[in-house]
């Protein structure tokens, strides 16, 4: 696969004045793409393979690299709504919504609110339900080393990937920078996780009109497939596609089959 | 000075082994473990320690709040301080404090703190803790980066709810109440004195300030190790050019006294081990959920003491804790000497003294209590002249003449 350079920059929400850092690659039809808890990865896999076929376009909410604001936002609707400002800022033609994880959660509350808006929709391992009977792993409580195996059906693989271009744990100045981002990262995302990842959705999903396509890790660890099968049911019409030997970080370890599936389903 | 006599209210009873097979004192830990009726003497011992310390003559007697931990059975201190209104009548009653970000509405706290100082006669010292990230976050499921912003809204409605005379509307984010009407209010006017323990938030240095508050800083690893932080609040007191009250803060201190220090050793040794390695053995994971800590204070380096040097304490012994004064232990006068050091270079009005520690038995508790009263507390009294060992502003104010209890089984 051909290296794709996502490049970045930052634009300014209407009506709210927030300005946040967008990363842009490719060309070919509109895909707009919302992050995980984590954010983008450095050299991100997905993107990378996403942009091969589409020009993709994917906004880091307040909290998030270079984006700022996020005293702004509190709850559900107000995530919601301001990635709705963002969809709206980059001016993409019918784009395909793909949202991992919150992103996911994110993506498929804009769907149920704004239905005419959001026509295709596709939610990897998405956020957003919850069933007593697989609870989801509490991502707040986990110690960093912790995270490669419960992202990654390859752990060793996705530490590699994680910690790409990082620096020394024991060095305080890099221990504090990375204390500094995680708290603003995970801080935000605990707005709409934390607990319990559940903002209502499901009383929500059946208004969903989109085309939806769900994908998900045979092997996810965080988000257990299970709640694939309760996405499809939830949502009228939708497709669920599990992929083989893939974590809840589903487009980073198998990228080339998230492609694969959108691409054959829109 | 002024001294609080304060109780953890730690369980007892955790196995030799609770270090390798449980990860955590606090969140997760089975509640299989706690057994009711042992439960039952366990309360009343702590409750009769706290009553004996007013006997001895400790300014205060203090409790506090905590969920979900065998660290602290303290879920409601307002509980606990209501049975002390009844059997003390001297002592300040420090509740420090009830963790406002945590109830709904919040109204609760001005409500029950009212009910406290009315019983006891206008004897409460108010705390309002943000809450440990184990207890706000992890417990009582608060979600981490807005427990601030829900904490500071909760603080405004209960001083309105004291101040006001009639019944208004509270239009908060967290909390919208069409009759906010605080039946009873506190005896002391407009509030009772108001301490903060913080843990080295540099945002709370501030908001004591703007409000007359008292700066509590509850750390378990000594004076020597608390000074960066304190300084950091005295001179944020001056740039705010503010007078510099001692009773403006406080600190608490583990303290063990024996009529020598070899004698400390041997009685309160290994009941200081059992505090360092179970009572405060908490996951790293439950210490500071992201969000908790505002991004300001990550950035300056102040980090949870459970977070930051929890690790240590399984391999410190006795001389490592008290040559590095994380426990100040030894005869009275070594416990003299050294409380003295630690007023002076912390500059505090006010100790939270620590003088049940862990598992510690009730004749150890009280051995230790007696002998701080006596031989040590008086020596200590006068260390800040000029302030008259009193700041009106940072301690009780009770009631001049209080009714005569008719307790039925005297």
């Known amino acids: 696969m051909p290296a794709v350079r996502m490049k970045s920059r930052l634009i300014t929400l209407k009506p709210s004045g927030m300005r946040i850092e967008v990363a842009e690659a490719g060309k070919g039809r509109d895909l707009l793409f919302l992050h995980g808890a984590g954010g983008h990865m450095l050299n991100d896999p997905l993107l990378a393979a996403l942009a091969t076929k589409y020009r993709v376009a994917a906004p880091l909410l307040p909290g998030y690299g270079r984006s700022d604001g996020e005293d702004g936002l509190r709850d559900m609707l107000d ?22 994880s919150m992103g996911g959660m994110i993506a498929a509350e804009m769907a149920a609110i704004a239905r005419t808006e959001v026509a295709k929709l596709c939610l990897l391992a998405p956020a957003g ?114 992929v083989a030997k893939a974590g809840h970080a589903v487009g980073q370890e198998r990228p080339d089959a998230v492609l694969k599936a959108i691409q054959a389903f829109f | 000075m002024k001294f609080t006599w304060f109780h953890l209210m730690p369980w007892p009873y955790m196995p030799d082994d609770f270090r390798q097979k449980h990860r955590s004192v606090w969140v997760d830990l089975p509640n299989r473990m706690y057994e009711p009726e042992r439960g039952h003497s366990v309360y009343h011992r702590y409750l009769d320690q706290l009553e004996f310390a007013e006997s001895v003559g400790f300014d205060g007697i203090g409790v506090n709040e905590h969920h979900a931990n065998a660290y ?16 003390t009548s001297k002592a300040a009653l420090v509740v420090l404090g009830n963790s406002i970000a945590l109830y709904n509405p919040p109204l609760r706290v001005a409500e029950e703190f009212a009910m406290l100082d009315v019983l006891s006669g206008g004897r409460l010292v108010a705390g309002f803790p943000v809450g440990t990230s184990m207890d706000t976050n992890y417990a009582y499921g608060t979600i981490p980066a807005l427990t601030r912003e829900k904490y500071a809204e909760a ?90 009250s001692p009773y403006r803060a406080g600190f608490a201190q583990v303290i063990c006294v024996a009529d020598t220090d ?12 059992y505090f360092y390695n179970r009572c405060l053995h908490v996951y790293p994971g439950f210490a500071d959920a992201p969000g908790y800590r505002t991004i300001k204070t990550i950035q300056t380096g102040a980090l949870s003491q459970f977070t930051q040097s929890g690790r ?10 008290t040559e590095n004064r994380y426990v100040v232990a030894g005869s009275p006068e070594t416990v003299r000497q050294q409380m003295e050091e630690l007023i002076r270079s912390l500059r505090v009005g006010n100790i939270f003294c620590l003088l049940h520690v862990g598992d510690m038995p009730d004749d150890k508790v009280r051995h230790s209590t007696k ?34 209890l008719k307790v039925a089984a005297e």
Request: net charge neutral.
């Open chain 2, 72 to 87: 602290g059975l303290m879920p409601s201190p307002n509980i606990m301080a209501a049975t002390l209104t009844r059997r």
């Open chain 1, 129 to 242: 339900l919850w069933l007593d009977d697989h609870p989801v792993v509490d991502i707040f409580s986990k110690l960093p080393y912790e995270l490669p195996a419960l992202l990654f059906h390859d752990a060793e693989a996705g530490k590699k990937l994680m910690t790409a271009g990082g620096g020394d744990m024991n060095d305080p100045e890099f221990l504090k920078q990375f204390l500094v981002t995680n708290a603003r990262r995970l801080g935000m995302a605990g707005k709409i996780l934390f607990p319990i990842p559940d903002r209502g959705l499901a009383q929500r999903l059946h208004r969903v009109i989109a085309k939806t396509l769900i994908v998900w890790g045979q092997e996810d660890a965080l988000i257990p497939p299970v709640y694939g099968e309760a996405f499809r049911k939830a949502i009228p019409g939708s497709k669920l596609v599990k």
């Open chain 2, 371 to 404: 002998l701080f009263a006596e031989k040590v507390m008086p020596h200590l009294r006068n260390l800040w002249p000029e302030w008259n060992n009193h700041d009106d502003r940072f301690w009780i104010h009770p009631m001049n003449e209080r009714v005569e």
């Open chain 2, 155 to 244: 603080h405004e409605l209960i001083r309105k709810a004291w101040a006001a005379d009639e019944p208004f509307a509270f239009n908060g984010r967290y909390t919208k109440l069409r009759y906010v009407n605080c039946w009873p209010k506190p005896i002391q006017r407009p509030a009772p004195p108001i301490f903060i323990p913080g843990g080295g938030s540099v945002e709370t240095y501030d908001f004591c300030l703007d409000n007359t508050y008292s700066y509590s800083y509850l750390s378990y690893s000594g004076y020597l190790r608390a000074k960066l932080l304190m300084e950091g609040y005295w001179k944020r007191v001056a740039e705010r050019k503010a007078d510099e």
């Open chain 1, 79 to 100: 995530f919601t709504l301001h990635t709705l400002d963002a969809m709206a800022k980059l001016e993409l033609e019918a784009p395909i919504v793909v949202g991992h």
């Open chain 2, 262 to 273: 070899s004698e400390a050793e041997r009685l309160y040794g290994p009941h200081v081990s």
């Open chain 2, 312 to 321: 240590d304490y399984p391999n410190m012994t006795w001389k490592d804790l």
